[in-house]
């Protein structure tokens, strides 16, 4: 008995009666309760008795039943099997979620991440038993180093966030080292929300840089902010617009002049990633997120890999422990090398126990291998021109703030200006994109257009699907112009209609639900 429903007959919303339903289920896609909802007092699997013990707890020793679900084998995986066909994933559809780089995962970096060789091994094993495992994590780092033109690279952050945690934390102890009471780090408005979150937390003061009307920094306002106070600059490039930050050299060598450092959020590198050496650009430290530029399935919650490559002014202060080849193989350096080298020598410390996310160094490095070089360029490309395909197809009907300003990057920006008068906002036009039987795109990031869309196609996707993605969000706008009033519940053909998003944060409902 695994339906919450019975004889109640449930009509689905603006359907009309024939959609009518006696079990909640919609066709194939099924209606599933709380796992704690069903089954009853039982077991899937016969234990023993329990066996007669002294009784050592007291008053502490649980009387009533724990509640645990009771479900059988079949039951249990029919459950589980239902919950994962209500998710959405890459494996199913376009994914357009802007910023967060949702690209398809080769098949082949799973079946290279799933070698016993890498899968099997454990950071504490004697290193000479793990030597192809550190040869990788090198040669990983030696691709890293030449895409970017940066002499080191910390490869331990194990996402994006935990990166700028590693490049604020060694410009911090550059900045120490050198008595330097400077604590004042500039932050973009286009800049990502974890930007000004992090030098925070790396005991910076923030303060904001507008952004002009193309978008970009406001080189002047920059300029002008300058000072000795000022410690580090926060640059998202490509920016959280989707657009490249022309200025990107003139700003660092003018943070340069004045004796901060540049900070460059590269968790969107695959906009660039073998067109622009972020090293070219006067970048100091700089974060890529493994799982985003050289695709690993992510989002959940992970896993993810964030590197940080790091200027010959930061070198010293980077994170232990690291990769060095030696002259019969490669060690891994745990403690800070005084004498013996001029790299490391004033490491500012470990962001983690051990050496970092070896699954997601398989996956990356198994893609960078299988793309080549040139491939590693075309990904670039054909993410920037699917990007600017929807760009261009939309920005009759959709209001494209930036398009005037020249083709975007990786992603594109639309603004809710067009739903203007209709009392519809982008939550609704992005329920009614679950109707059509998408993923919404990212919504209200940023936060420098009114109701923001953030379109991110990637380079996986052909044209057909984009166009389908696109025919889809053309019809919406136009329909949603034509008659409000019907999307202002959308959705109305998905498992659940519009749910309660503040009370689900504010009132979660973690086991037991009223029968009520
Ligand atoms: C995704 C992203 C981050 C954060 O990366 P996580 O791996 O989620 O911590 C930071 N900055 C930008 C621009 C991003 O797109």
Same mark, same amino acid.
């Given at each position: 008995?695994?339906?919450?429903?019975?004889?109640?007959?449930?009509?689905?919303?603006?359907?009309?009666?024939?959609?009518?339903?006696?079990?909640?289920?919609?066709?194939?896609?099924?209606?599933?309760?709380?796992?704690?909802?069903?089954?009853?007092?039982?077991?899937?699997?016969?234990?023993?008795?329990?066996?007669?013990?002294?009784?050592?707890?007291?008053?502490?020793?649980?009387?009533?039943?724990?509640?645990?679900?009771?479900?059988?084998?079949?039951?249990?995986?029919?459950?589980?099997?239902?919950?994962?066909?209500?998710?959405?994933?890459?494996?199913?559809?376009?994914?357009?979620?802007?910023?967060?780089?949702?690209?398809?995962?080769?098949?082949?970096?799973?079946?290279?991440?799933?070698?016993?060789?890498?899968?099997?091994?454990?950071?504490?094993?004697?290193?000479?038993?793990?030597?192809?495992?550190?040869?990788?994590?090198?040669?990983?780092?030696?691709?890293?180093?030449?895409?970017?033109?940066?002499?080191?690279?910390?490869?331990?952050?194990?996402?994006?966030?935990?990166?700028?945690?590693?490049?604020?934390?060694?410009?911090?102890?550059?900045?120490?080292?050198?008595?330097?009471?400077?604590?004042?780090?500039?932050?973009?408005?286009?800049?990502?929300?974890?930007?000004?979150?992090?030098?925070?937390?790396?005991?910076?003061?923030?303060?904001?840089?507008?952004?002009?009307?193309?978008?970009?920094?406001?080189?002047?306002?920059?300029?002008?902010?300058?000072?000795?106070?000022?410690?580090?600059?926060?640059?998202?490039?490509?920016?959280?617009?989707?657009?490249?930050?022309?200025?990107?050299?003139?700003?660092?060598?003018?943070?340069?002049?004045?004796?901060?450092?540049?900070?460059?959020?590269?968790?969107?590198?695959?906009?660039?990633?073998?067109?622009?050496?972020?090293?070219?650009?006067?970048?100091?430290?700089?974060?890529?997120?493994?799982?985003?530029?050289?695709?690993?399935?992510?989002?959940?919650?992970?896993?993810?890999?964030?590197?940080?490559?790091?200027?010959?002014?930061?070198?010293?202060?980077?994170?232990?422990?690291?990769?060095?080849?030696?002259?019969?193989?490669?060690?891994?350096?745990?403690?800070?090398?005084?004498?013996?080298?001029?790299?490391?020598?004033?490491?500012?410390?470990?962001?983690?126990?051990?050496?970092?996310?070896?699954?997601?160094?398989?996956?990356?490095?198994?893609?960078?291998?299988?793309?080549?070089?040139?491939?590693?360029?075309?990904?670039?490309?054909?993410?920037?021109?699917?990007?600017?395909?929807?760009?261009?197809?939309?920005?009759?009907?959709?209001?494209?703030?930036?398009?005037?300003?020249?083709?975007?990057?990786? @992603?594109?920006?639309? &603004?809710? +200006?067009? !739903?203007? #008068?209709?009392?519809?906002?982008?939550?609704?036009?992005? /329920? =009614?994109?679950?109707?059509?039987?998408?993923?919404?795109?990212?919504?209200?990031?940023?936060?420098?257009?009114?109701?923001?869309?953030?379109?991110?196609?990637?380079?996986? @996707?052909?044209?057909? &699907?984009? +166009?389908? !993605?696109? #025919?889809?969000?053309?019809?919406?706008?136009?329909?949603? /112009? =034509?008659?409000?009033?019907?999307?202002?519940?959308?959705?109305?053909?998905?498992?659940?209609?519009?749910?309660?998003?503040?009370?689900?944060?504010?009132?979660?409902?973690?086991?037991?639900?009223?029968?009520?």
């Amino acid at each position: 008995m695994t339906m919450n429903n019975v004889g109640r007959v449930t009509r689905i919303e603006g359907t009309g009666a024939v959609a009518e339903t006696w079990t909640g289920n919609r066709g194939l896609m099924l209606e599933e309760p709380l796992l704690f909802e069903i089954g009853g007092d039982r077991s899937g699997v016969d234990l023993p008795d329990v066996p007669v013990v002294p009784d050592r707890l007291g008053d502490l020793a649980r009387t009533a039943p724990i509640g645990l679900p009771g479900l059988s084998e079949p039951e249990t995986v029919r459950h589980y099997t239902r919950l994962s066909r209500q998710n959405y994933g890459i494996d199913l559809g376009i994914f357009p979620l802007g910023s967060c780089t949702m690209k398809h995962n080769p098949r082949l970096n799973e079946k290279m991440a799933r070698l016993p060789g890498f899968s099997d091994i454990h950071p504490l094993q004697p290193q000479a038993t793990v030597q192809g495992a550190l040869e990788l994590i090198d040669r990983l780092a030696h691709w890293l180093l030449t895409l970017t033109g940066m002499p080191a690279v910390a490869m331990s952050p194990k996402a994006g966030a935990h990166g700028e945690l590693c490049g604020m934390l060694a410009i911090r102890a550059a900045l120490d080292a050198r008595g330097d009471a400077r604590r004042v780090v500039l932050v973009p408005e286009s800049a990502h929300g974890t930007n000004p979150a992090t030098a925070v937390f790396c005991g910076f003061t923030v303060e904001n840089i507008p952004a002009d009307a193309r978008g970009r920094v406001d080189l002047a306002a920059m300029q002008a902010r300058l000072g000795p106070d000022v410690a580090a600059v926060m640059i998202t490039n490509p920016n959280t617009c989707g657009l490249f930050e022309p200025d990107l050299k003139t700003i660092a060598d003018a943070v340069h002049a004045a004796g901060g450092f540049v900070y460059c959020d590269g968790a969107n590198f695959n906009a660039i990633v073998g067109r622009v050496r972020p090293g070219d650009l006067g970048v100091d430290a700089m974060h890529i997120n493994l799982h985003k530029t050289f695709s690993t399935p992510h989002g959940g919650g992970g896993p993810g890999s964030g590197p940080v490559v790091f200027s010959e002014a930061l070198a010293p202060f980077a994170p232990l422990p690291f990769v060095r080849r030696t002259r019969d193989g490669f060690e891994l350096v745990e403690e800070m090398q005084a004498q013996a080298s001029t790299d490391h020598d004033r490491s500012f410390g470990r962001m983690v126990a051990f050496h970092g996310q070896m699954g997601m160094f398989v996956r990356a490095l198994s893609y960078m291998m299988s793309h080549g070089a040139d491939g590693l360029r075309q990904v670039a490309e054909d993410a920037v021109l699917n990007a600017n395909y929807i760009l261009a197809s939309l920005k009759d009907l959709y209001s494209a703030p930036f398009a005037d300003t020249g083709p975007c990057m990786h @992603e594109a920006l639309f &603004s809710d +200006d067009f !739903l203007e #008068g209709t009392g519809l906002t982008t939550l609704d036009l992005a /329920k =009614a994109m679950i109707d059509e039987g998408f993923h919404p795109m990212t919504m209200y990031f940023p936060l420098v257009v009114h109701g923001a869309m953030l379109v991110e196609p990637t380079e996986t @996707e052909s044209k057909a &699907s984009l +166009d389908q !993605l696109i #025919g889809a969000l053309r019809s919406l706008a136009e329909r949603m /112009k =034509a008659d409000p009033e019907a999307f202002r519940t959308s959705p109305h053909l998905a498992p659940r209609r519009r749910l309660d998003e503040t009370a689900a944060a504010r009132k979660p409902v973690l086991g037991f639900r009223d029968a009520a």
